[in-house]
Structure formats: C-alpha cells, structure tokens
C-alpha cells in the first residue's frame, strides 16, 4: 500500500510502498478515503516529538480518517465489512497513521460510523479537531447567555468550536484579521469579532466592559488573553498546561488533550448529518501531496485541509 512515512528523525517524509496491515484482537481493517491533516502530524514530521513519544519507523503520519472496513479481526462485535467508519488514530507510540491507503484501529475508541448523509472527506475533518472542540466546551461549562472569546476560531478547531459553543447557547466573540476571516467565522454563528493582531483584550473591554464568562484558547500566546476574562470566568486551553502559563490565575483554568472516544466521535457524526455544524474544507490534496498540504497548513488555514486517498 502507498502510505507517507517518516523514515527517521534526520529525513524528510515521503511515499512510500508498505505492506497491508493485517487485523489484530478487536481491530477493524479499514480502505481509507480521506484524511485530514492537524499539527500534530507537523510536529512530528519535523522531529519535536522526539524523547515524547516512541517512534516505530517508518512512522505514518496522519491521525484523522474516514473509510470503509474491509476486514475484521477476532472478538469485533458491532462492526463488519463494508461500514462506513471514521475516527482517529490513538496510542502511546507513533507508527500507525492515516496518511495510507489501509490502516487497523481498535474497536474501543477513536471509530464510529458515519452517518448516510455525510462524506468522507466532511468525516475526516471531524476526528481530532471536534473532539478537541467537543471536550473544550464541555469543560467550560457553557450555559445559555454567557459571552465566550474563541481565539482561534478560523482554524480546525476553533470553526467547529464557534459551532458547539452557538448551540449551547452563548454569544460567541471570534477572532479574525481579514475580511475573509470575519465573513467565515460570523457565517458559522459568530456575533462579533476581534482582530488577533491588535489588543485582544482592549477590543473586547469595549463591547463588554466586564471582560467575557469563557476564553477557549486553541491559537496564539495565551498571556495576552488573560485580561479578557471577567473574574471567576472559565480558561480552557489546547495548548496553555497551567493557569501560570496561560496568565490567567482568576479564572478556572483547564488545559484539555482531545480524547476522541467514540461517543464523542458519534455526537460530531450526528450534529452533522442534523445540520446543526458543518465543517470548513479550505482544500482537498492527494496522498502525492501531502508535502505541499503540509506547507499550506504552516502558512495559515481557513478551516481543513483534507487529503484525499484513491
């Protein structure tokens, strides 16, 4: 099968020819379809999770998926050949990805099914970044009226965190720069803006002199944002580990690592196919063109890049 490996921490990835992965205890075999690409597939092209995690090379790279089983191994209860599945790769090493053709995944977590309605590629934009999205607004506790500040609302996870955060009720402030930027995150629910290059916090303090109830923090330098939260409100991050490093120790701080459980897979499946999110596909690469995907994702996205596999 093609796939795009890192062959090792000194070399560049690249295409290469490995063997079809066969089924293990509990596994599903899956044809993937597409694929999607998220920073955690750059960080470890470019070496930083060296000494983090064990690497098993060549390492394939990618996380998210969505494709078709077309095996299933001993002991699989609730899956067979021919669903239509998505999730994420998960575990502590690095050597199975979705950037290949075919790829194996535990029935336990990161898989579940795809509903009729969506399409493959609308799926693999859904795995880590909306369980990132998911799991950040659960965390902060969001209840009707409170104003929630997403800082990095134009990328995977902020888009999608718009979203949930506008369902569950809040008045929701993005951040953007250009007109672009503005006319996508207020079009998927945003009711105002703030521009990221300027005082995040002064911009805010005009609308609401309080300050916000939430920060959800998925880009940037946390410090800055600190001043935007009201006493007492909620700081949620994907990146920030502490309440020191995101500068905000007179808020509830949460640091949150997506955990792309299968009920939460279902529950981004679902709000999909009901219409009530709906992902943002900036562009769609071949597996040949995964490096250039990977250039395009450095310079800034506006939504998903989704990789596309024949």
Known sequence: MRAFVLPAFDQAPE??????????????RVRVHA???????????NGYLN???EH??????????????DAVGHGVDGYAVGDRVFGVITGSHLGDGTFAEYLTVPTT????????????????????????AVDSVDAAAIEPGMVVLVAGATGGVGTL??????????????????DQERAHVTGIGATGTVDFTGDIPEQVHAVHPDGVDVVLHFAG????????????????????????????????????????TTDTLQRLA????????????????????????FAHFTAGTLGKLIITID
């Open 221 to 260: 330098d946390p410090a800055p944002l600190a001043a935007a939260v009201k006493p007492g409100g909620a700081f949620v991050s994907t990146i920030a580990q502490s309440a020191e490093q995101a500068g905000s120790p007179h808020a509830a701080f949460t640091s949150v690592f997506a955990t792309p």
């Open 109 to 132: 977590v990161g898989l579940a099914r795809i509903p009729e309605s969506v399409s493959f590629e609308d799926a693999a934009a859904l795995g880590l970044a909306g369980a990132a």
């Open 51 to 53: 000494g983090a995690m």
């Open 35 to 45: 694929a999607s690409v998220n920073g955690f597939d750059l960080a470890v092209a």
């Open 161 to 178: 965190a718009v979203q949930l955060a506008t369902i569950a009720g809040a008045q929701v402030i993005a951040t953007a720069h250009t």
């Open 56 to 69: 098993r090379f060549p390492v394939v790279l990618g996380r998210d998926f969505a494709g078709v089983v």
């Open 270 to 293: 679902d709000h999909h196919a009901q219409q009530r999110i709906h992902v943002t596909i900036q562009h769609n690469y071949r597996l040949e063109d995964l490096a250039e995907a």
């Open 15 to 28: 295409i290469r020819e490995l063997p079809v992965p066969e089924t293990g205890e509990g596994e599903v």
